[in-house]
């Protein structure tokens, strides 16, 4: 047996109740087979500049059975490794109408796993959560689904690793520096994600989906039209922007999409239908189509929506689809917007939208990114404009709460389903979001219809520094809510149409947390890394909330 030919993966994808997709990188073209129980897929590599693909559709799998399979490059049997001290990779069906059990999370920097990466980035939650499901299989019940909500690479902010690898191909002293620079770059950092053993066995046996957020591509992404417009001076920006949504297209989203999915989309349908003996190479057209998605956000959609059982999870892209022309500022375009508002509907038990972004910042937060915004788009004059938009940018000031517009859209959308006037109200709306490096619940106040919940987890492995962990901490509470409102409507913010509150947190661990619906309601648990007596990591509880369904 060999593992040379077997660069990252495999990883699986998406899973439903009879088919999966088995995602890897080959060091070479190759032929890649998927083995699970008696039968056998396979799929031909395609190749991104230089680096060699592959996703194998299985099919045909009996609904709610756990098969473990094996990988094979060119004949030869890669995965598992010899000796691997983890239990078999295995694909687990969804049962129709199951409960749903999900885990997520966000921010994950890609440094070593010894002492000296765990003192300064803490130890990794998703890697003591592998750890647990490999040394207790069958002791619980593993997710159906990790949900990874932005921030899986940092190009902006690499490690001591990544660096060597910059220093060893050009001068890091000439733009972008120690930044990412190029497909090639992204394709190592996407290693030093995903290749360590535990985390890697984690990601072959537990479906995963995934969505950007700013640091897969540059901090503030798509911030502010004058952001924008800085960026597109440089004389790398354009690479690093096709770079890194092109290496997304191959390393996350290709795997979000659905058997149906991937059959309309473009760069899939190249794949699908090349039958020479040569592989086909899709540099060129993927970066074409990439600069097309920026340039035009309405002509690609990054958003996916699934149910599962009586649960539908909708994840929404909020950076490519937003709009920066001051007059429309919108975290989310008109056609996006729409696409959301056609899936934001009752009939299902729980209603979750996955965004990076917390949709539900602390109020006073909330109120000060909403004064940011209308001072930063000369509410107060043209002096005050340019100090906000310095402000918006060094204190990151771009969530919902900094594009009202959209804020505002989306509000009305999920009243409208929490009072029954999009088919019968769920017991739940449950925002599920990251981004802000602490962890926290918030709740709508309502009498009546669907409880309105937003979950934050973040960070999965970056903790926030202690100074800014008190800045967060104080905006969290009352104590800033009212001098920020002050503000906000001094620059004409009308007020919310919500009035949220927080009921558990912060937290500022790094964290994985997990949502499962119960007879009791909507479990939302977070979990931590600690290390333990025998130098493993052990996951400690850190929070639990049971959303129970009003009387």
Request: aromatic share 10%; with cysteine; glycine share 6%.
């Amino acid at each position: 047996m060999t593992t040379s030919a077997l660069i990252l993966g495999p990883m699986l994808r998406y899973v439903d109740s009879d088919s999966a997709s088995v995602w890897v990188e080959t060091a070479g073209a190759a032929s890649v087979m998927v083995r699970a129980g008696t039968r056998s897929w396979s799929a031909r590599t395609f190749a991104v500049h230089g680096h060699h693909y592959a996703l194998v559709e299985v099919d045909g799998l009996t609904p709610g059975a756990a098969t473990p399979y094996t990988v094979d490059v060119d004949g030869a049997e890669v995965w598992p490794p010899e000796s691997s001290p983890f239990p078999a990779s295995v694909i687990s069906t969804l049962t129709p109408d199951a409960p749903l059990r999900l885990a997520f999370g966000s921010c994950r920097t890609s440094v070593p796993h010894d002492a000296a990466g765990n003192r300064t980035h803490g130890v990794d939650a998703l890697r003591s959560y592998a750890l647990q499901m490999a040394a207790r299989p069958g002791t619980f019940a593993w997710p159906d689904l990790v949900l990874f909500l932005g921030d899986q690479v940092y190009a902006d902010t690499t490690s001591e690793q990544m660096q060597e690898f910059i220093r060893a191909r050009r001068d890091p002293n000439e733009p972008p520096g120690e930044e990412l620079a190029d497909f090639e770059e992204y394709a190592h950092l996407y290693g030093l994600a995903w290749s360590d053993p535990a985390n890697r066995w984690l990601l072959s046996t537990v479906p995963t989906a995934m969505i950007f957020d700013d640091h897969d591509i540059r901090d503030d992404w798509n911030a502010s039209l004058s952001w924008k417009r800085e960026m597109e001076q440089t004389s790398w920006w354009h690479g690093r922007l096709v770079a890194g949504l092109g290496s997304y297209w191959v390393y996350q989203h290709l795997g979000n999409l659905s058997p149906a999915e991937r059959a309309t989309d473009e760069i899939w349908r190249l794949i699908a239908v090349h039958d020479a003996d040569t592989e086909l190479d899709l540099s060129d057209r993927l970066d074409a189509f990439v600069e097309r998605a920026d340039a035009d956000p309405a002509s690609y959609r990054w958003s996916y929506s699934r149910d599962y059982g009586d649960s539908r999870l909708i994840v929404v892209d909020s950076r490519v689809a937003r709009r920066l022309d001051p007059a429309h500022r919108a975290l989310v375009d008109d056609d996006e917007s729409g696409w959301l508002d056609d899936r934001m509907r009752g009939g299902v038990r729980h209603l979750l939208v996955g965004t990076s972004l917390p949709f539900l910042l602390p109020t006073g937060l909330h109120h000060l990114e909403a004064w940011n915004e209308a001072t930063a788009e000369g509410a107060w004059g043209e002096r005050m404009a340019t100090v906000a938009e310095t402000l918006r940018q060094a204190l990151d000031l771009e969530h919902w709460a900094a594009f009202q517009s959209s804020f505002r859209r989306v509000a009305q959308m999920a009243t409208e389903v929490a009072d029954g006037k999009r088919g019968p109200a769920p017991e739940t709306i449950t925002f599920l979001s990251g981004d802000v490096h602490y962890s926290y619940v918030a709740e709508v106040e309502r009498t009546s219809g669907s409880r309105i919940i937003q979950a934050v987890c973040s960070p999965i492995r970056n903790p926030l520094a202690l100074p800014l962990r008190s800045f967060s901490a104080v905006l969290s509470y009352a104590i800033a809510n009212r001098p920020s409102e002050m503000l906000a409507r001094a620059a004409g913010v009308p007020a919310p149409p919500l009035r949220w509150r927080g009921i558990r947190g912060p937290w500022f661990e790094n964290c994985l947390a997990s949502v499962a619906e119960t007879p009791e309601g909507l479990r939302l648990r977070w979990i931590t890394g600690v290390q333990g007596d025998g130098g493993e990591p052990r996951v400690r509880k850190v929070a639990a909330v049971t959303v129970a369904p009003r009387d």
